[in-house]
Structures are given as C-alpha cells and as structure tokens.
C-alpha cells in the first residue's frame, strides 16, 4: 500500500493551469424536467473525477460515507515503473483530425471552460440493458462504452482506420492514502483501439494494461517527478513526454451512485453528468457516470481543435446511436438464444418418446 500523503499529480496540474490551459473538472446536474444543466467545476488541483461528485453531492446535503475503491489486485510496486519505462521513451504518434467546425478562435483560455461540450443522459430502463448485456457477454461498461465512443468519432478523423490512443484514468483508492477522500487518487493507463477491434478485444486490452501494472508505473512516474522544477514540468508538458503514451483524449467512468435511491435532498435529484478537463496534449474529454441508475455520457472538446459546439453534439449523437445499435442487436441475439433453448427442451422430450418407456409413461420426461 502506498502511504504518500502529498498530492504527486496536483504540481502538473497547477503547472497546465500556468501554460493557460483550464483545468476544471466539469460537472453537470439536470434538474427533475429542466432541459439544460445547471454547470459546475471543481479544479483538479483540489479533487479527482470521484472526489469532486462526491465533494458537491455533500455539500448538497448527501450522505457519501465510502467512495468507490480500487478492484483490481496488481499490487503497488515501483518495479511496474522499471519495467515501462521503454513504452515512454517511444516517439509519440499523433492521430491527425480532418476537417472540423473550429467554430471562433478564443484568445484566452484559462479562465473560462471549454465551450464545446454535449450530454446525453439515458433513462433507467436503457441504462439496466445496457448493464444486462455487458454482464452478460462478459465485458465491462467502460469497454462497451469506448467502443462506440471511439466508433463514433472515427468519422471526424482523417484516417478513419487509425489507431486511436485513450487514457482512462483509474481510481487508487484503497491502496493509496490522503488525509481527505476527496483529493487526487487517480493514475491511469494507456489504450490504443483499432478499428477491427471488438467490445471483447479492448476489455481484454484494459485488463491486460492493469494486468502489467500500467497504473501503478504511471503513479510512481509522477511520484519519482517530485524534484522536477515548474520550468521542467513546462518542458515535457509541451513536448508532450509527460505521458506514457499521446492520447487523443480522456474517457473516464465514476461508476455507479447511489444505486438504491437513498439520497433524497431536492438539490441532488435529477440526471448527474461529468467530464474530464480537456489539455493540449489531449483534446477530447468523455466522461460517464450513472446516478440513481441512469447513465450519463458527456463529451467535451478543447478550444484548440473547436469551440463549436456542434462538432461535440454530433459525436454525442453517434455515441448514443452506436450504443442502442449494439444495445439492440445484443438484445435481440439474447432472444434468439432464448428461445432457440425453450425450442429444444420442448422438443426434447418428444425425441425420448422414441424410447422404449420400460413401464413408465411416455410422457414422464417431460416433467424434467
């Protein structure tokens, strides 16, 4: 377990904020029959994705006694840092966009938060299928997820057969200690997709990340960066070698809350959303977190590369329908399997009527 009460991952945070960038965690609240989010951000400085819903349901009034903990079981080691430290030493490839709204160019952008941004939120009934099917084919959500996120904007890039690498920030808690369950306990790991990839390849690829320690390699990256001074951290930021890895962007999943409906207050009702801050080293922030048992799915882009908001409004769009596609053909194979099982064990029973039934009736089988 590791003991470091300091924060190593708030320095480079306070360092993008000092290149301009706006390092806001944005969190969204749909009221009961409201049509637009009420918009909030807690800086990532101060909180992670995980701290900062819980830090603003409690100040709302709810009871959030014990936030999510780390599942997986590779231990912390800094040996898992020896051993990536080829994967960052290798030359950063860049996935290229095509041609995209750039909407108005913005002259500052540190102060305000990024304007191009879209939601969805699914009702309770899509969000239990969704769960349904994932548990049932084997994967998780957040693997479902990437892979029609992915799918989605794919489209909007100008070799729609490129690779495409994501970070997915993974919650150390349980395994590392602050003095406030709110602060930063986030490392992540790196995933590259590619486009014949199925929904099983990339849960296969996370887990084999989290397998190796990839986590952990990166959390002591930041750890062993301690000594390095604001001017170095400006360096490798803006060469882009402060990362294991160039990713197109961010997708990051709070996981489940409050499940069993007990937070009641009247300003914690209604659809949550939330999205990770989006940098020049990774342009796309997707974010994912169900409440009350309704998913919500947020999408966000940085300044650099638009500030249109219809560029995030047709990937969102793509993300929902690529969901429900799947949602649906998963759904309906489930049925077929279904009753194709109903069909042959009717019709089994009928084909040991053909045995002799050596005094017993031969419709006894059936009772089985």
């Known amino acids: 377990m590791s003991k470091n009460w300091t924060d190593p991952i708030s320095p480079w945070f306070l360092v993008c904020e000092e290149l301009g960038e706006y390092i806001g965690i944005r969190f969204g609240r749909v009221a009961p029959g409201a049509?637009?989010?009420?918009?909030?951000?807690?800086?990532?400085?101060d909180f992670d994705g995980i701290g900062g819903l819980a830090e603003l349901l409690r100040r709302r009034g709810a009871e959030v006694p014990r936030l999510p903990q780390i599942k997986h079981?590779?231990?912390?080691?800094?040996?898992?840092?020896?051993?990536?430290?080829?994967?960052?030493?290798?030359?950063?490839?860049?996935?290229?966009?095509?041609?995209?709204?750039?909407?108005?160019v913005l002259t500052s952008t540190k102060e305000m938060p990024p304007p191009a941004v879209?939601?969805?939120?699914?009702?309770?009934?899509?969000t239990t299928q969704i769960r349904h099917v994932c548990r049932k084919n084997g994967f998780t959500a957040n693997s479902f997820l990437l892979k029609h996120?992915?799918?989605?904007?794919?489209?909007?890039?100008?070799?729609?057969?490129?690779?495409?690498?994501w970070m997915i920030?993974?919650?150390?808690?349980?395994?590392?200690?602050?003095?406030?369950?709110?602060?930063?306990?986030?490392?992540?790991?790196?995933?590259?997709?590619?486009?014949?990839?199925?929904?099983?390849?990339?849960?296969?690829?996370?887990?084999?990340?989290?397998?190796?320690?990839?986590?952990?390699?990166?959390?002591?990256?930041?750890?062993?960066?301690?000594?390095?001074?604001?001017?170095?951290?400006?360096?490798?930021?803006?060469k882009e070698?402060?990362?294991?890895?160039?990713?197109?962007?961010?997708?990051?999943?709070?996981?489940?809350?409050?499940?069993?409906?007990?937070?009641?207050?009247?300003?914690?009702?209604?659809?949550?959303?939330?999205?990770?801050?989006?940098?020049?080293?990774?342009?796309?922030?997707?974010?994912?977190?169900?409440f009350q048992n309704r998913l919500s799915l947020t999408i966000q882009a940085h300044p650099d590369l638009t500030t249109s908001a219809a560029v995030p409004e047709a990937w969102i769009q793509d993300w929902v329908k690529e969901i429900q596609i799947d949602l649906a053909s998963m759904l309906a194979e489930a049925g077929r399997k279904?009753?194709?099982?109903?069909?042959?064990?009717?019709?089994?029973?009928?084909?040991l009527t053909k045995i002799p039934s050596r005094g017993r009736s031969p419709v006894a089988p059936q009772a089985n």
């Open 149 to 165: 996120l992915t799918k989605a904007i794919r489209p909007f890039l100008q070799d729609e057969s490129s690779v495409v690498p």
């Open 169 to 238: 920030p993974v919650n150390l808690r349980g395994k590392v200690f602050r003095d406030r369950d709110t602060a930063n306990f986030t490392s992540y790991v790196g995933v590259k997709v590619r486009s014949y990839e199925t929904v099983t390849d990339i849960h296969r690829n996370i887990y084999a990340a989290l397998g190796r320690g990839e986590h952990w390699a990166n959390w002591y990256a930041y750890d062993a960066g301690r000594p390095l001074t604001t001017n170095m951290r400006k360096w490798l930021l803006e």
């Open 338 to 351: 279904t009753a194709a099982g109903s069909n042959g064990r009717q019709l089994k029973p009928k084909a």
């Open 241 to 290: 070698w402060a990362m294991s890895q160039w990713t197109l962007g961010s997708f990051s999943n709070l996981g489940d809350w409050d499940a069993e409906k007990t937070i009641s207050e009247p300003e914690c009702e209604g659809g949550w959303l939330f999205a990770p801050p989006v940098l020049r080293c990774q342009v796309v922030g997707a974010g994912c977190v169900t």
């Open 118 to 126: 879209a939601w969805h939120v699914f009702d309770e009934a899509t």
């Open 35 to 45: 049509t637009e989010p009420e918009w909030m951000f807690l800086r990532h400085i």
């Open 73 to 104: 079981p590779a231990p912390a080691s800094w040996w898992a840092l020896v051993r990536a430290l080829p994967k960052f030493l290798k030359p950063r490839q860049r996935v290229r966009w095509g041609r995209l709204d750039r909407g108005q």
